[in-house]
């Protein structure tokens, strides 16, 4: 099982003894602070974020990998993995994709390309847990392809009139700020954009709609509208027109993310159905005495474990500054192979659980509706597979 | 004032307890947890101290496994932790470990206050919490819902307790050593600088010859574990045109099987 602790870490097994110190607490935090409310939150088609992110801040859950001068700690990818992994576990996947948009989506730019004011003003709150922060790249006409976007940001002296719109921006019923992707200059192409960070507090900054949808139920999900809002210049991540960069570069830390906590969740669906299955009878027997249910189970283990080392390659990678077309090839593997085998698991166990999986009161439903996102968010399977198409040389000649 | 308080590892609660085939004791391998009831001491210990600035000392008695304790209460913020382990100190037998928890409690020096967790969960026992306070000769109060004062100068406490069917306020002088109930607090999580923190700490461990103590043979002798027998459980369903000749039915057995 997992939860061994080897002594000396490696490649198959990268945690430490205060690794696994820190994975008990945040197990413990998700299954006292989170799991006794996602059916609250999950009927109310929102979590409080405020509070969550409160908590979490002050135990420095949110900031992991984040210089300590901006409310971070310092601390390796491998308590990421972690923090993600026990996430995953959590009953609702809407309250770790809230918590990962705050951490690795909408702050990492930020972090590496902010001016100091900038960091000080909203990186440093979102990492202690004081703010909310969404990421805001996707529009009604642009999804998978970022380089349509319409978004314009228009230089009216120090500031940027901004008009636009942003379509499925998870937090973005109550963030407190937006990591905006802008068009900052004329043309149709990736270049020419900028990241802006703007409070939502801005005059012209309309919550639009919240989005209904068929899983993630806990998470708000909003379109968002901009009417002539007026941003400083001075809110600019790093250079004006390298938007679209910065964003690719903050995709992969999403994308790792993304399949640790859908690896953790897969498992844990596969070992509830495990236990269901050992103890609903039918024919005389338990469920799991078919052979067809074990092998399947056993399969799914098999490719689960196999996904877990590969995103831990890729956590490895991060972790030794490897050359970003590297990280962003396997990032990009990890992110396609878990939304497929999420589907595979959701499928395979929900079929298991017969009727009993066809219940809302069942976590095997949720987890059906929940886990198709994951193959069509941050970047579709298709977009995935272009990357790697590309990055492994496999453009015609 | 000093403020101590103990802890132990135990078994996480979820995990299936059972004596093997040797007769030893095992969990597979289900993780070890801090014995709960000890979240609410390890807490209260941190508050109070801070309250009458004082400094609070987590000690474990026990080999090595209870090194995982100790540093989950340093990273709750407890500021020191100490382990006590010598070759033929019987833990089992509870008199044993009362004497050497209150030599190490008298070890430390300037403790006002000795705070327990209501019980061990994996051995179901809280008799050693009144021994030690017997040992030490200090007040003991046990079932502690709530600290209502903590007067260091004074060297006075006043608690609320549990009673059957009611609460009872209580004034004592200290030192004094008490047990607290779930509920008296919500512990913390153990943070990330805390676990930092703690995961470097080298936990010292102080000898019988450290405490200045040499232990009596054990009165009470550990003769072996055993699981519990095997409950047989018949499943009967019961047949009837209509729920109340259901009811009917079920009602009678229940009184044939004297359960009613």
Redesign the interface.
């Known amino acids: 099982m997992a939860t061994n602790t080897p002594l000396k870490p490696n490649l198959f097994n990268p945690f430490t003894e205060e690794h696994e110190m820190f994975r008990k607490s945040v197990r413990a935090f998700v299954e006292n602070e989170l799991n006794p409310y996602v059916d609250e939150w999950e009927e109310a088609g929102i979590a409080p974020l405020h509070d969550i992110f409160k908590k979490m801040g002050q135990l420095g859950f949110l900031g992991l990998h984040y210089p300590s001068e901006y409310g971070g700690s310092d601390a390796d990818i491998w308590f990421t993995v972690i923090l993600n992994e026990e996430l995953g576990r959590c009953g609702a996947a809407g309250i770790p994709m809230a918590v990962g948009v705050q951490t690795g989506m909408a702050t990492p730019a930020l972090a590496k390309y902010g001016s100091e004011e900038l960091k000080q003003k909203y990186l440093k709150p979102a990492l202690l847990g004081d703010m909310v922060c969404a990421i805001a790249v996707t529009e009604p006409d642009a999804g998978s392809d970022v380089a349509s976007i319409r978004t314009r940001a228009v230089r009216d002296g120090d500031h940027y009139v901004i008009n636009g719109s942003k379509m499925y921006i998870t937090n973005g019923t109550q963030a407190d700020w937006i990591c905006l992707l802008a068009r900052t200059s004329d043309g149709n192409d990736y270049r020419g954009m900028s990241l802006i960070v703007v409070p939502t507090d801005t005059e012209g900054f309309i919550v639009s709609k919240k989005l209904k949808k068929l899983g993630n139920l806990s998470s708000d999900t909003a379109v968002l509208t901009f009417e002539n809002m007026r941003v400083p210049v001075s809110n600019r991540i790093g250079d004006e027109g390298k938007g679209f960069y910065y964003q690719m570069e903050q995709f992969q830390i999403e994308r790792l993310v993304g399949a640790i906590g859908g690896t953790a969740g897969a498992e844990k669906a596969v070992r509830d159905t495990i236990r269901y299955t050992q103890e609903r009878h039918a024919f005389g027997k338990p469920l799991i005495a078919n052979q067809w249910i074990q092998f399947k189970l056993g399969e799914l283990l098999t490719e689960i474990e196999a996904q877990k080392r590969l995103n831990y390659y890729c956590a490895s990678l991060i972790e030794a500054n490897a050359p970003s077309n590297e990280v962003t090839r396997i990032a990009s593997m990890c992110k396609l192979k878990v939304g497929r085998l999420m589907r595979q698991v959701a499928d395979t166990c929900l079929q298991f659980y017969g009727g009993m999986g066809y219940m809302e009161e069942t976590p095997i439903s949720r987890y059906f509706r929940d886990s198709r996102l994951t193959s069509i968010g941050g970047g579709a399977d298709e977009i995935m597979l272009q990357i790697i198409a590309k990055l492994e040389g496999m453009e015609p000649r | 004032m000093h403020i101590v308080t103990f802890t132990r590892s135990t078994p996480d609660t979820t995990a299936k307890v059972e004596v093997n085939g040797k007769g030893e004791v095992t969990w597979g ?3 070890t ?1 801090v014995n709960p009831w000890d979240e609410y001491s390890l807490e209260e210990a941190i508050v109070q101290a801070k309250n009458v600035g004082g400094k609070a000392t987590v000690i474990a008695i026990g080999t090595e496994m209870h090194n995982e304790a100790l ?2 209460s340093l ?1 709750m913020g407890l500021d020191a932790a100490v382990r006590v382990w010598s070759d033929g100190l019987d833990v089992t037998d509870s008199l044993h470990w009362a004497t050497a928890a209150a030599a190490a409690v008298n070890k430390v020096g300037d403790v006002g206050l000795v705070i327990f967790g209501k019980e061990s969960v994996d051995t179901g026992t809280d008799q050693h919490i009144y021994q030690t306070a017997r040992k030490l000769g200090w007040t003991m109060l046990s079932y502690v819902a709530k600290i209502l004062e903590l007067d260091a100068a004074n060297k006075t406490i006043k608690v609320e307790k549990v009673l059957e069917g009611g609460k009872q306020v209580l004034t004592a002088k200290l030192p004094a050593v008490i047990s607290v109930m779930k509920g008296i607090n919500e512990p913390r ?5 805390g ?2 923190k ?2 470097k700490a080298e936990i010292p461990v102080w000898s019988l010859s450290d405490l200045g103590v040499t232990l009596p043979a054990a009165s009470t002798q550990l003769v072996g574990y055993s699981n519990l027998p095997v409950q047989e459980v018949v499943t009967e369903i019961i047949d009837g045109a209509t729920p109340q000749e259901k009811a009917e039915k079920l009602v009678e057995k229940l009184l044939e099987a004297k359960v009613l």
Do not use: L
Not at chain 2, 189 to 193: A, L, M, N, R
């Open positions: 391998d289900a993780a947890v540093k989950h990273a999580y153990p943070s990330f600088i676990i930092r703690a995961s």
